[in-house]
């Protein structure tokens, strides 16, 4: 069974940067489609970004085009964020997903794995 855990949340100042990771237990995240979602509090989770099983394939919401990226490591069976220019509308819960296509969307409906979530805070 396939568990994914995030890690490298914390409290950023704005203009900051940070980087989530996402790594898996139970199985390789190798035929995996990995998707970054968030949650902030009172709103609905929105799609973030994904990034396509061969990792030649990523996908991003326009709120964080151009500030964020994703990569994959295969060895280490994780996949990461780099979150760059922060503002605070980015203060939220991240969580990592897994589905098993090649390619990803920003609905979490389409993931039926998930991570417990990472606390992302941004603030002076």
């Known amino acids: 069974q396939l568990q994914l855990v995030e890690s490298g949340g914390g409290l950023v100042k704005p203009g900051g940067s940070l980087t989530l990771s996402c790594a898996a237990s139970?199985?390789?995240?190798?035929?995996?489609?990995i998707g970054w979602f968030r949650q902030a509090p009172g709103k609905e989770r929105e799609g973030v970004s994904w990034?396509?099983?061969?990792?030649?394939?990523?996908g991003y919401a326009d709120s964080v085009r151009g500030r964020f990226n994703m990569s994959r490591d295969y060895a280490k069976n994780a996949v990461y964020l780099q979150m760059d220019r922060l503002n605070s509308e980015d203060t939220a819960t991240y969580y990592c997903?897994?589905?098993?296509?090649?390619?990803?969307?920003?609905?979490?409906?389409?993931?039926?794995?998930w991570g417990q979530g990472a606390q992302v805070t941004v603030s002076s």
């Open positions: 990034i396509g099983a061969r990792g030649d394939m990523t």
């Open positions: 997903a897994a589905r098993g296509w090649p390619a990803g969307t920003l609905f979490g409906y389409d993931y039926p794995y």
């Open positions: 139970g199985s390789s995240l190798d035929y995996y489609t």
